[in-house]
């Protein structure tokens, strides 16, 4: 329902305005009536009316003054303008305010309706365009959406809720209803042909794919709608069954459940946490977006020298060092680890052991 407001200093008029029409089967409500333009643009910036019918001549404050202010404060107003013989200067004079609906007064009855009906489809097809343009715009930022969760939750671990909930409206993830598929031993090599094989198996089993394929080292995750046990049978099954030219090991197939859509990404970011090199691939048109993990963020040191100080025994350590320090992280990225944990000392002011160094 579009909201309407009636502005007129005559009370007969205003009465008749709100009387002499079923506003209701036209799409609209009457929100509001007001005796002078100094009342209306007060109601106005309270009510925020779609429509506003008014008189030009009115003390205090006139219908072009009126129209004046209000569209300051909004411009999505739209403004019939009630005139009498003889006020054509000031019509011409609304026309800079975009107005475009001129009524003369006595007011027709069927010219009213027929002005609030275009007016009605008018908006109605501009809130159509609006929202084409708006998923276009999604649809456009969606692959910046989609690297931009996963790069604040790897670097914001303690305020994943907060980031999962901006983002979560904005990519249209639903609460509940989501799991995530990991496919092991997926050599990059034959990722082109693995991604074709997994469109073609979602395709089959009615699976839909809601994020793009997360691939770090070897291992690619796809998260999607629909979690039945037939469908994860079928997808396990399916990619088990997948062999490449040079493919040494099979498949191996894991699912990841969680309460809410929130949950099923903490575990998935968990996952891949310790990875430095994320891809971002889009299976149906191949799109990738590769991107750096921050191994050595000062927070990731912090945790890592509380890790080593809390070990109970000396024979931790090197577990500790080989999670993190994997085959696949570069050099560099293992000098910047080392140097941001044995030059800058924790809270507590302890140096790290000799021998972890």
Same mark, same amino acid.
């Given at each position: 329902?579009?909201?309407?407001?009636?502005?007129?200093?005559?009370?007969?008029?205003?009465?008749?305005?709100?009387?002499?029409?079923?506003?209701?089967?036209?799409?609209?409500?009457?929100?509001?009536?007001?005796?002078?333009?100094m009342e209306a643009y007060d109601r106005i910036r309270d009510d925020y009316p779609d429509v506003v019918i008014t008189d030009i001549k009115m003390p205090i404050?006139?219908?072009?003054?009126?129209?004046?202010?209000?569209?300051?404060?909004?411009?999505?107003?739209?403004?019939?303008?009630?005139?009498?013989?003889? /006020?054509?200067?000031? @019509?011409?004079?609304?026309?800079?305010?975009?107005?475009?609906?001129?009524?003369?007064?006595?007011?027709?009855?069927?010219?009213?309706?027929?002005?609030?009906?275009?007016?009605? /489809?008018?908006?109605?097809?501009?809130?159509?365009?609006?929202?084409?343009?708006?998923?276009?715009?999604?649809?456009?930022?969606?692959?910046?959406?989609?690297?931009?969760?996963?790069?604040?939750?790897?670097?914001?671990?303690?305020?994943?809720?907060?980031?999962?909930?901006?983002?979560?409206?904005?990519?249209?993830?639903?609460?509940?209803?989501?799991?995530?598929?990991?496919?092991?031993?997926?050599?990059?090599?034959?990722?082109?042909?693995?991604?074709?094989?997994?469109?073609?198996?979602?395709?089959?089993?009615?699976?839909?794919?809601?994020?793009?394929?997360?691939?770090?080292?070897?291992?690619?995750?796809?998260?999607?709608?629909?979690?039945?046990?037939?469908?994860?049978?079928?997808?396990?099954?399916?990619?088990?069954?997948?062999?490449?030219?040079?493919?040494?090991?099979?498949?191996?197939?894991?699912?990841?459940?969680?309460?809410?859509?929130?949950?099923?990404?903490?575990?998935?970011?968990?996952?891949?946490?310790?990875?430095?090199?994320?891809?971002?691939?889009?299976?149906?048109?191949?799109?990738?977006?590769?991107?750096?993990?921050?191994?050595?963020?000062?927070?990731?040191?912090?945790?890592?020298?509380?890790?080593?100080?809390?070990?109970?025994?000396?024979?931790?350590?090197?577990?500790?060092?080989?999670?993190?320090?994997?085959?696949?992280?570069?050099?560099?990225?293992?000098?910047?680890?080392?140097?941001?944990?044995?030059?800058?000392?924790?809270?507590?002011?302890?140096?790290?052991?000799?021998?972890? @160094?």
């Amino acid at each position: 329902m579009l909201r309407l407001m009636i502005v007129d200093d005559e009370q007969i008029i205003r009465e008749a305005l709100s009387s002499m029409i079923d506003y209701t089967s036209l799409g609209y409500e009457v929100i509001a009536t007001a005796k002078n333009g100094m009342e209306a643009y007060d109601r106005i910036r309270d009510d925020y009316p779609d429509v506003v019918i008014t008189d030009i001549k009115m003390p205090i404050l006139n219908g072009l003054e009126l129209i004046e202010r209000a569209s300051r404060i909004d411009s999505r107003i739209t403004f019939i303008l009630l005139s009498g013989y003889g /006020e054509f200067e000031y @019509a011409k004079q609304a026309m800079k305010y975009g107005v475009r609906y001129y009524l003369l007064k006595p007011t027709d009855k069927q010219e009213l309706i027929n002005c609030l009906d275009t007016i009605r /489809e008018e908006k109605k097809q501009k809130e159509v365009q609006q929202k084409a343009e708006q998923a276009l715009l999604l649809k456009d930022m969606q692959s910046p959406l989609e690297q931009g969760l996963l790069m604040e939750a790897l670097d914001q671990p303690d305020n994943f809720p907060q980031v999962f909930k901006k983002y979560q409206g904005l990519l249209s993830f639903p609460e509940k209803g989501l799991y995530a598929c990991i496919c092991s031993f997926v050599e990059e090599t034959y990722l082109k042909s693995f991604l074709k094989d997994i469109v073609r198996i979602l395709l089959s089993c009615g699976a839909e794919s809601v994020f793009p394929v997360i691939y770090v080292k070897n291992s690619a995750l796809f998260v999607l709608s629909s979690p039945t046990l037939a469908h994860q049978e079928t997808i396990r099954q399916s990619l088990e069954e997948l062999h490449y030219p040079q493919q040494c090991v099979t498949f191996e197939t894991s699912f990841l459940h969680g309460d809410t859509s929130e949950d099923l990404f903490a575990q998935i970011i968990s996952k891949i946490s310790r990875y430095e090199r994320i891809l971002l691939i889009r299976p149906e048109t191949g799109e990738t977006r590769d991107f750096h993990n921050n191994m050595a963020a000062p927070w990731r040191i912090s945790k890592l020298r509380e890790a080593f100080t809390a070990s109970p025994a000396e024979t931790d350590i090197p577990s500790l060092l080989d999670s993190v320090f994997t085959p696949s992280m570069t050099p560099d990225v293992a000098k910047n680890i080392a140097l941001g944990l044995f030059l800058n000392p924790d809270n507590s002011g302890q140096e790290p052991p000799l021998d972890i @160094a």
